[in-house]
């Protein structure tokens, strides 16, 4: 059954943003980490699970709606669909649902609609590696765990904004690669990420944090999705992780929970 909900222009072009980790192209386009979704709407919340055609990135995003009817909305063209809301002010409150093979968008006052085809359930490419992600990996306060046993207990808090500083330093070294560590010192524990070589330069950093909880030193490497996930988020996250395994990381709203999972590299 097809789902409808209502929601201003503005926080559905966000919402589009946080799913597909959207960013720029050398060429000054825009490049998309996921480029379909599958929407599930229930009891006034969107919940969309998503990954890139690789499964290397996760993306999984709980919003607070205003429901009109319970289903589901395939999304077969994020940027499609964004070029469709450009055609709608900003403050703008829309209805979206879907109509057998096509999404369509209606404004009340003045009166405004847009139609335009999207996929089906089946051709959402990223539809079965994302809920086989989401059922594999369970969150707990102090640790996500995957049903094979895999535990991510290296918990910190930290803002987002600090983060996002080092793919600026990146910029200036020429590197994508992210080597993410927990270092213990004076007692207690740091986290320092380093990007560059001794060819192009190294930029140190101590990232500040709320709170570090680990059982020891900690040191992994992300590349692919990461500058793109802390491009999207600001204030305050939380990031699990463990020595090359993934990275997970939460932030939690009263109206917006967002969980993205960064493969490691190695």
């Known amino acids: 059954m097809s789902g409808k909900f209502k929601i201003k222009v503005d926080e559905m072009k966000k ?40 499964g290397k990135v996760f993306v999984k995003v709980i919003k607070t709606l205003s429901m009109v009817e ?36 209606k404004r009340r006052e003045p009166k405004m609609m847009v139609r335009f085809l999207t996929s089906a359930e089946d051709n959402i490419e990223s539809k079965e590696m994302a809920q086989t992600v ?23 808090g930290v803002r987002a904004e600090d983060i996002h500083s080092i793919a600026l330093d990146s ?13 213990k010192n004076d007692g207690g524990y740091i986290l320092k990420v380093d990007v560059g070589d001794i060819q192009t330069g190294v930029i140190r950093r101590e990232i500040p944090t ?24 600001k204030g305050d996250v939380k990031l699990f992780f463990q020595t090359n395994l993934p990275m997970w990381v939460i932030k939690k709203d009263e109206d917006l929970e967002l969980f993205y999972m960064l493969s490691p590299v190695s």
Request: hydrophobic share 40%; net charge negative; proline share 1%.
């Open 171 to 183: 910029e200036v070294v020429n590197e994508a690669t992210y080597p993410v560590e927990v270092l």
């Open 15 to 54: 919402l589009l943003s946080l799913i597909s980790l959207s960013g720029q192209t050398e060429e000054g386009g825009k490049d998309y980490i996921v480029k379909d979704f599958v929407m599930k709407i229930e009891g006034n919340k969107g919940e969309v699970v998503a990954t890139d055609k690789t």
């Open 210 to 233: 709320s709170f570090i909880k680990v059982d020891g030193e900690v040191k992994s490497k992300y590349a692919f999705g990461f500058r793109n996930v802390f491009d999207k988020l």
């Open 70 to 105: 319970p289903g589901k909305i395939c999304v077969g063209n994020i940027s499609l669909f964004e070029k469709f809301l450009d055609r709608f002010d900003l403050k703008d409150e829309v209805e979206v649902n879907q109509d057998s093979g096509y999404l369509v968008v």
């Open 134 to 156: 989401d059922k594999i990996w369970k969150f707990e306060e102090e640790k996500v765990v995957s049903e094979k046993g895999t535990t991510l207990n290296a918990v910190i």
